[in-house]
C-alpha cells in the first residue's frame, strides 16, 4: 500500500512540476480575486470583524502584494513578446529563403519549357523535312515513270530535194514545173534540231550610187538584214538555211542570178520590174508586181510597193483616230482603177456604175474622181469610211498601184474595198486579209451600195482597227517588210523564232518608295502546325518553250493575226488551251495526279494529288475583273 501510494505521489507530482507555471498562474489569480473582492468586505472599516486603528494587518502590506502580483505579470508577457519576435523573424527569414528558392526553380522551369518547344518546333521541322523528302522521292518516281512512258523519238536530218540526187531519180520534170518548198527547197540545210539562220554577203549586194530615194531604200534594206536576228556571218554559205540578196531592175544585175544556188531569197526594189521566171532559177522572189503566168503560189512573196514604205519608223501620232465609225464619206475613189489592156468589163461601164452610186437617193455621200490629179489624197482617205480599188484584168496578181492605193487606205483608216478575187496582197499566204480588206467578185459592183450599208458600226471599227494593226506591224517600214518577209519564210519552214530576251520587271514599291497598306485587323492563328498542307510534289517552276514545233502549225495563225506577234519565241503563252476534265483518264495522263486515282477522298488524298487542266499544275490563279 504504501508503494502504491508513492508511485500515485510521484504521479502527482510530475504532473504539479510539468503544470507548475499553470498553478502558480491559477494560485496568483485566485489570490488576486480574494485580495480585490474578499478583503474589502472582510477587512473593511465597516465590518465588524475588523477593529478601528488595528496594527495587525496595515494597508500597505496588501498594496505591496499587489504591485508584485504585476511585475510578474509584466515581465512573463514581456518574454512571451520576445518569444513571439523571435519566432517572428525566424519564419521570416525561412520564408525569404523559400521565396528565393522558388524564383530560382521557377527561372529553370522558363528555361525548360522554352527548351522543350524548341525542341518540338525542331521536331516539327525535321517531320516536315522528312515528309518533304518522301514527297520528293514519290515526285521522282511518278517523274521516271512519265519519263519512261513519253517514248521520246529519235530525231534525224531531212531529206535532200530530189534535184540533188539526179543518179537515183527521174527529175526533168522540174524543168517545165514550177518551183515549191518540196521540189526545190534544200531542207538538209533546215533541220528542226538547228535554228533558223539567214545570211547575206555585203559584196553580192549591188550598190546605188546616186542620191535617189531608190538608194535610201537599200540602204534601209541593208540595215534591216544586218540587225535581223537570224543572220550569220560565216564565209560558208552552205551553213545558213536561207540565203538573201537584193537587186534593182532585170539588166545587168538579175544576170547574175543563174549562179545563185539553192535556198536563195531575192529582194526585187524595182517597182515596175518584171518578173523573168528563166533568169530566177530556183529563188524565190518577193516583189509588189506579179502576174498570173510569173507568180509561183507558196514559193514567190508579194510585198508592199517599197515607194511607200518609210525608210524610218512609223509615225503613230499623226494617224488618225480609229472612231468615228462611219466618217464624211460613205466611199471615195481617186485613180482607183488599174489600167489594163484586156479587162474583164469595159472600164466605161464601170464609170457608169459608181456614178449612178453617188446620184442615189440616200444621204450617202460618195466621192469619185478617176484622175488624180491633186496631192490632197491622204486627207481624203482620212475623212472617207471605205477605199474603192477596182482591178479590172483578171491576169493582174499585184501592181505597183494596187499596192500603193492599198497602203495609203490602211495607213489612214479607210477600209479598202476591192474588186478582184484573183489579187495577192501582202503577205497574204499568212495574214487573214478577211478581217481588214473587203474582196469582191467584179460582176458584184452594182451590189457595192447594199453590200458596205450592211455592215455595222461594231464591224466597221474592227476592220480599221485590224487594218491599222496588219499595216503597224508588218508594212510601215522598210525594216517591218524585210523582216516580215524572212519571218514569213521561217513559217513556211515550220522552223522556231528566236527565243524573246526574259527582261525582270521594274519593282513599283521598295525600300524608298513602299507600298502604302491599312492596317490589317487581327485574326486568330487557328493553323495547326502539325498538319502538312500543300501538294505532295516538290516546287516545280512552270515548263518554258513547252509548244516549241506545235506552234508552228497549230498556232500560227494566232501568231500572225491575233498576237502580232511572230518574230519571237516566247517561253510562256497565256492562250494555251487546257484538256477536258475527262482527257486525264482516258490516254492523256501524263503528268496528273487524279485524287486518289480518280476515286476522290478526303483532305489527305486531296492533299496528295495535283489538281487543274494542265500536267503537273499545283496552284491555279483566278483573276476576275468585273
Not at 538555211?241 to 531575192?266: A, F, M, R, W
Not at 461594231?458 to 517591218?480: I, K, M, N, P, S
Request: hydrophobic residues 40%.
Amino acid at each position: 500500500l504504501m508503494l502504491w501510494y508513492f508511485y500515485n505521489f510521484n504521479f502527482y507530482l510530475r504532473i504539479l512540476l510539468r503544470y507548475r507555471c499553470f498553478v502558480f498562474s491559477l494560485f496568483l489569480i485566485t489570490l488576486t480575486l480574494w485580495m480585490r473582492w474578499l478583503w474589502p468586505i472582510v477587512f473593511s472599516s465597516n465590518s465588524p470583524f475588523v477593529q478601528q486603528d488595528s496594527d495587525v494587518f496595515p494597508m500597505d502590506a496588501f498594496h505591496f502584494f499587489h504591485e508584485a502580483q504585476y511585475n510578474v505579470e509584466t515581465l512573463e508577457e514581456t518574454d512571451a513578446n520576445a518569444d513571439l519576435n523571435r519566432l517572428k523573424h525566424s519564419v521570416n527569414d525561412e520564408l525569404l529563403l523559400l521565396e528565393e528558392k522558388r524564383g530560382a526553380l521557377l527561372t529553370e522551369l522558363t528555361l525548360l519549357r522554352k527548351h522543350a518547344e524548341n525542341m518540338q518546333q525542331n521536331v516539327q521541322a525535321m517531320v516536315y523535312k522528312l515528309n518533304t523528302l518522301k514527297m520528293a522521292i514519290a515526285s521522282a518516281e511518278d517523274n521516271y515513270r512519265d519519263a519512261v512512258e513519253a517514248n521520246y523519238p529519235e530525231v534525224h536530218l531531212p531529206l535532200r530535194p530530189i534535184s540533188a540526187m539526179p543518179q537515183m531519180y527521174n527529175f526533168s520534170f522540174l524543168l517545165d514545173s514550177t518551183c515549191t518548198l518540196d521540189t526545190c527547197w534544200n531542207f538538209t540545210r533546215c533541220p528542226l534540231t538547228k535554228p533558223f539562220s539567214v545570211q547575206y554577203k555585203r559584196a553580192q549586194m549591188q550598190f546605188l550610187n546616186d542620191q535617189s530615194q531608190m538608194h535610201n531604200i537599200f540602204l534601209a534594206a541593208l540595215t534591216s538584214l544586218e540587225k535581223n536576228p537570224y543572220i550569220i556571218q560565216s564565209p560558208d554559205s552552205y551553213e545558213a538555211c536561207l540565203q538573201v540578196k537584193i537587186i534593182v531592175g532585170d539588166s545587168e544585175v538579175s544576170s547574175q542570178l543563174d549562179k545563185l544556188n539553192e535556198n536563195y531569197l531575192i529582194f526585187q526594189l524595182d517597182t515596175k520590174a518584171t518578173t523573168n521566171l528563166n533568169s530566177m532559177n530556183w529563188s524565190a522572189l518577193a516583189h509588189c508586181t506579179f502576174s498570173k503566168e510569173t507568180f509561183r503560189p507558196g514559193w514567190d512573196i508579194v510585198i508592199p510597193s517599197w515607194n511607200s514604205l518609210s525608210t524610218n519608223s512609223c509615225d503613230l501620232i499623226s494617224l488618225p483616230a480609229l472612231a468615228p465609225a462611219r466618217r464624211k464619206y460613205l466611199l471615195s475613189c481617186v485613180d482607183c482603177i488599174l489600167h489594163s489592156d484586156a479587162p474583164i468589163i469595159p472600164i466605161q461601164l464601170v464609170h457608169d456604175v459608181l456614178e449612178t452610186m453617188s446620184n442615189s437617193k440616200t444621204l450617202d455621200v460618195f466621192y469619185f474622181k478617176f484622175s488624180n490629179t491633186s496631192d490632197a489624197v491622204d486627207e481624203l482617205l482620212i475623212q472617207s469610211t471605205f477605199s474603192l480599188i477596182v482591178v479590172p484584168d483578171a491576169h493582174v496578181i499585184s501592181s505597183h498601184l494596187l499596192q500603193s492605193r492599198l497602203y495609203e487606205s490602211l495607213k489612214f483608216g479607210a477600209i479598202p474595198v476591192i474588186f478582184s478575187t484573183e489579187v495577192r496582197l501582202p503577205f497574204d499566204e499568212i495574214l487573214d486579209w478577211r478581217k481588214a480588206v473587203v474582196k469582191l467578185p467584179l460582176a458584184r459592183l452594182p451590189e457595192l451600195h447594199f453590200v458596205i450599208r450592211s455592215v455595222d458600226d461594231a464591224e466597221l471599227l474592227e476592220l480599221r482597227r485590224h487594218g491599222r494593226l496588219f499595216w503597224q506591224h508588218y508594212l510601215c517600214t522598210v525594216d517591218d517588210v524585210v523582216r516580215s518577209t524572212v519571218d514569213l519564210v521561217r513559217t513556211r519552214l515550220m522552223m522556231l523564232p528566236v527565243p524573246q530576251r526574259q527582261i525582270r520587271g521594274r519593282k513599283l514599291y521598295n525600300d524608298s518608295n513602299p507600298m502604302q497598306m491599312s492596317p490589317l485587323p487581327a485574326m486568330l492563328n487557328t493553323i495547326d502546325g502539325n498538319e502538312f498542307l500543300g501538294p505532295v510534289e516538290s516546287a516545280y517552276n512552270s515548263p518554258s518553250f513547252k509548244r516549241n514545233f506545235s506552234q508552228t502549225s497549230v498556232d500560227v495563225y494566232d501568231w500572225w493575226n491575233v498576237h502580232f506577234s511572230p518574230f519571237f519565241l516566247h517561253a510562256q503563252s497565256p492562250f494555251v488551251r487546257p484538256m477536258p476534265s475527262e482527257a486525264k483518264f482516258m490516254g492523256s495522263h501524263f503528268g496528273f495526279r487524279p485524287i486518289d486515282g480518280g476515286l476522290g477522298g478526303n483532305g489527305k488524298e486531296f492533299s496528295k494529288a495535283l489538281g487543274g487542266n494542265f500536267p503537273k499544275e499545283q496552284f491555279t490563279g483566278l483573276f476576275a475583273f468585273l
